[in-house]
């Protein structure tokens, strides 16, 4: 079975500057997605960011982006130009490729802004 | 553009009752499975489907149910409450007929067992 860690409960950064979120995760599949996903206060589940295990090239969206090491396991968010709005738990997710819908979750990491 | 609707948003139930949480999907979407998120975990799965007609247990299937008798409907039933059924539970559904295979979850229903 998959496992998710995400061994950072809870993060801080200041406006304005950039913050890591780390992943890693467990599976002997070679073919899966990756996700990252923003739960602010209101429960939410937002898609931050995805992340095609065949894919070398790491994904961006926008401010966002990821540091997605194969080998190492290692899924990594980082958050350039952080704002106020940027304050949520953020989950980092894995889906095996094809079939069903079975995500399996890391634990969370709290981030918050301070202005 | 609905998406995915559960129904309700805040439930309080007395220990042993039953109940059915309601989700809908209007994007014909052949995935639907439910999610229940307690403090400091990040969501389990509890049962997902297929199709219509089609579904299977996921991590934490244990005191409840499900049925698909529409793509559109993945019910979950609460067959007696339990305290430990307190949680937040998310609907989600998904299609494997788009690129990116984005996972579309409900806004989630607040349960609280007393």
């Known amino acids: 079975a998959q496992t998710v860690t995400q061994s950072q409960p809870e993060m801080s950064v200041q406006e304005a500057e950039t913050v890591t979120l780390s992943c890693t995760y467990d599976?002997?599949?070679?073919?899966?997605?990756l996700f990252w996903y923003k739960q602010p206060p209101s429960r939410q589940m937002i898609l931050v960011i995805r992340?095609?295990?065949?894919?070398?090239q790491n994904a961006t969206e926008n401010r966002f982006s990821v540091n997605f090491q194969k080998a190492a396991k290692s899924f990594s968010l980082k958050i350039s130009d952080s704002q106020l709005g940027d304050a949520a738990m953020y989950f980092c997710a894995y889906r095996s490729w094809g079939g069903s819908e079975k995500l399996v979750f890391g634990k969370g990491t709290k981030l918050t802004v301070n202005p | 553009n609905a998406g995915v609707t559960q129904t309700p948003k805040f439930q309080v139930l007395k220990t042993g009752q039953s109940m059915t949480l309601q989700c809908a999907q209007d994007?014909?979407?052949?995935?639907m499975s439910w999610y229940r998120q307690d403090p400091g975990m990040g969501l389990r799965l509890i049962h997902y489907s297929v199709g219509a007609g089609i579904t299977d247990q996921g991590e934490v299937p244990n005191g409840y149910n499900v049925s698909r008798s529409t793509t559109e409907d993945f019910p979950l039933r609460l067959l007696s409450a339990a305290p430990s059924q307190t949680s937040v539970y998310f609907c989600?559904?998904?299609?494997?007929?788009?690129?990116?295979?984005?996972?579309?979850f409900g806004e989630g229903s607040w349960l609280t067992v007393v």
């Open positions: 989600a559904s998904s299609t494997e007929r788009s690129s990116g295979n984005t996972i579309y």
């Open positions: 994007m014909n979407h052949e995935y």
């Open positions: 992340q095609e295990a065949y894919k070398q």
């Open positions: 599976t002997s599949e070679s073919d899966y997605y």
